[in-house]
Every structure is written in C-alpha cells, then in structure tokens.
C-alpha cells in the first residue's frame, strides 16, 4: 500500500478502521489491515471523512471586499449594486489570482469539491474565461463546477441568454437562472421554462438562485419542480437559497413539498448568507430567513449547505470552512438532535457530492483516495469544534497537514475528557 490511514473513525459509526490507498484509489478499509504502507498515519480514533463540497459558491467575486467600496449597509441589494459597479473594472489577472488564493485556502480545509456560479452578463465573458483558467489549474486538487449564473437577470438583462448559451459552449458545466430577479412573476416563470428546455436539450444540470427574498409569494421553485418533472430531468436540478419558503404558509409548504420530492430537486441552504442578508426589513420578530431544512430533510428532499460568499461585496467576512457553513446550518435549523446534527455535517460532505454528480466519492475500496482526518472523534465534534485539518489527502497524495489541537473535550462515543491540565 502507498498509504495506510489506522485505527480511524468514520462517519457512519465505525471504529477502529485502516484505510489502504495504493495510488490514487482506495484499496481496502476494514479493521486491522494487515499489509504495511509506505506512509502510515495513526488517526488515533480521529474521524476520516470524505472531503468537504460546497454546493454553492461565487468564486468570481471572492475576496473582493472593499472593492470597489465597502457594502455599508450589508445588505443583498447593495451587494448586487456593488459588485455591478466592480464588474466593468474586472481584470481577468486579477480575478485569476483572488480565486488561486481562495482555492489554496479551500484545500487547507479539506474542501476539494466546488460548485461555483460565474456572472455572465457581462458581454466580455471575462469571469468565465478566468474562471476555466483557475479549474483547469487546480484541477490536480478540487473538482470544480462552472454555473452559467445570469446575475441581472435571463431576461432582463440583455443579451443574457446568448451570453450563457456561449459560457456553456466554452465548457461552464451547469445552467444557472434568478427567476425572482426578473422584472414580473411571469417572467420569472418564463425564465424558468427557458433554462430548464436548454439544459434538458444539451444533456446538462441546472442550479438556480430560486426565491431568494423574504416575499411568501415568490414561489418559483414550484415552477422549477413542475419544469424538472416535466422535462425528465429529475436528479439533475438544484434550486439555491429557497429563502421565501421560510415566510411561506404551512398550508401551501404541505403542498409544496411533496411536488418538491416527486420532482427530484435537491435544495441548497446558504446558512451564513441566508441569515445575514434575509429579514432586513423586520423590526420584530425578525425572520431567519434560511429556507425550512427539517421539514425538507423529512420530505425526503436532498439539502446541502453552500458557503455562497467569502469576503465579497456581499458578505465581508468567511474562511472556506465548510465546518463553520455547518455550525451556523445547525444553529439556525434549530437542528440540535443528535441525529439532526449529523444530517448538517452531510451536507457539507456526502448531500452536496450526490447533488453534484461527484464520481468516486466515499470511503470505500474503489473510491477515490480523497480524504480528511479531522482532530475530532466523530461529525458532532467535528462540527462543535471546526476541527483542524490533521491531514488532507488528494488522489493519495498528502496535500495538508496540521498538528492535534491541544484542548479536546470527546463527547461521541467515549467517556468524556479533557486533554489538558492547569498548571497552579
């Protein structure tokens, strides 16, 4: 074996478990492996996961904050009117090297898996072409998805629609769509349609920013359901941020999710995002905002949790850990059950990698050999503590490293302990 991880804990339960890597798959993982590696690591009971996903990202605009001003009030609208003043001062180099860096840091975190929406309404395509730079690039270290996002707007803004047909003959991967930042309802239906017609005739995936806004009656993602299942392209379909649905009433939600799990559309919560930016016009009771998981979650709806934004014109602060993307999920959910806590750290991992389609993701013999040994005995704790990075393994190959913290309090699965004394 190249590489032999011992005595790891996984997330599904199992302990004690050796992982064999020999090349860039994994070999074996069962108990007391008995060949040697030629690297070993002792988890010591750490947990091994598959790497971190993040569902929904704008890599285009990350770690633009302060340009070209800062957002004052942090709020979505002045967001968007920001990053529309930035956009004609973009530089392709530039755009290039913010998005290297952050993807330095995602692979820090063991974060080697994203899908990033790309502005296509600006004529020149520029983030597009930087954008497929950067994946061919870090290729060797993140699976990355390109969305045709049109940010103002399929049929507001013009020339919209050509632009995404051109991102995806350049090689963009996912059709995008903003039916609610349409000028009418009905537009946002038709948009809509549109998209969802064009991927089903190229044989591609859609993930639409859907109904991100506080109004109850937004409700395209009932039109994005209908066009998936009308179309056949069910498990091929995301709508992100799903926000209204938080203000919607239970009446028609009962109704709404079942059209919801027929279709096969898997929803992406933004929990950082989604409760900063949403209830900005309640005193209160002030709205969460976030869309509602445990009901979706119940409904037998895939739901994955995005990071969305990193030091951009919409949100100032973020670091690329998925774990922290969780931590909040779990807070705002109100998802504090033991078995609710694990459902949020799948949606950091094995949720968003099935929504994107992710080949030879997992922990078995066959997959590929990318993982992370976290410095926590299980998902909760991995959660409660965003737990450091002992290493990340890429295709087999060790690409990070960190050392154990030195405070630990085990709460999964073992007695419960401090690794750590006072001096007095």
Not at 65 to 83: C, D, F
Not at 246 to 254: A, I, K, L, R
């Amino acid at each position: 074996m190249d590489l032999v991880i011992r005595n790891a804990s996984l997330a599904d339960g199992r302990r004690g478990i050796d992982i064999g890597v020999l090349g860039e798959r994994i070999a074996a993982v069962e108990p007391c492996l008995s060949v040697q590696g030629a690297r070993e690591i002792d988890a010591a009971g750490d947990l091994v996961t598959p790497p971190f996903v993040d569902a929904h990202f704008h890599m285009d605009a990350t770690l633009s904050y302060g340009l070209p001003r800062v957002n004052e009030s942090g709020t979505l609208l002045e967001g968007i009117a920001l990053w529309g003043e930035l956009k004609p001062q973009l530089a392709q180099e530039a755009l290039v090297e913010r998005a290297l860096h952050y993807c330095d840091w995602a692979v820090a975190r063991g974060l080697l898996a994203i899908r990033t929406h790309v502005d296509i309404c600006d004529d020149r395509l520029l983030a597009v072409e930087a954008l497929l730079e950067v994946k061919r690039r870090v290729a060797p270290y993140i699976d990355m998805q390109l969305v045709a996002f049109p940010q103002d707007g399929l049929l507001r803004s013009p020339g919209a629609f050509d632009n995404l047909k051109r991102a995806v003959g350049m090689g963009v991967d996912v059709v995008g769509g903003i039916p609610h930042f349409e000028r009418t309802m009905a537009q946002g239906a038709e948009s809509v349609r549109l998209l969802c017609e064009f991927a089903a005739e190229r044989g591609l995936r859609v993930d639409m920013h859907c109904d991100e806004t506080d109004d109850p009656l937004s409700r395209h993602i009932e039109t994005l359901a209908y066009e998936t299942w009308r179309l056949g392209l069910q498990g091929r379909v995301a709508g992100s941020h799903l926000t209204s649905m938080h203000s919607m009433d239970n009446y028609y939600v009962s109704k709404l999710l079942p059209l919801i799990k027929e279709s096969g559309v898997a929803a992406i919560a933004n929990p950082l995002i989604n409760i900063t930016l949403q209830g900005r016009h309640d005193t209160y009771p002030r709205r969460r905002g976030m869309t509602r998981v445990p009901e979706l979650l119940a409904a037998g709806v895939d739901v994955a949790f995005g990071h969305d934004c990193v030091m951009d014109p919409w949100y100032g602060l973020g670091s690329g850990d998925m774990l922290e993307v969780a931590h909040m999920g779990l807070h705002v959910a109100q998802m504090t059950g033991q078995e609710a806590m694990r459902q949020c750290f799948l949606a950091v991992t094995e949720t968003p990698a099935r929504i994107l389609g992710i080949e030879g993701y997992g922990i078995r013999p066959g997959c590929n050999a990318d993982l992370v040994l976290l410095d926590a005995s299980g998902p909760v704790e991995a959660i409660r503590l965003r737990a450091a990075r002992r290493a990340v393994v890429r295709r087999g190959r060790i690409v990070a490293e960190a050392p154990r913290a030195a405070v630990r309090l085990h709460l999964e699965g073992r007695p419960a302990a401090v690794d750590f004394r006072m001096e007095r």
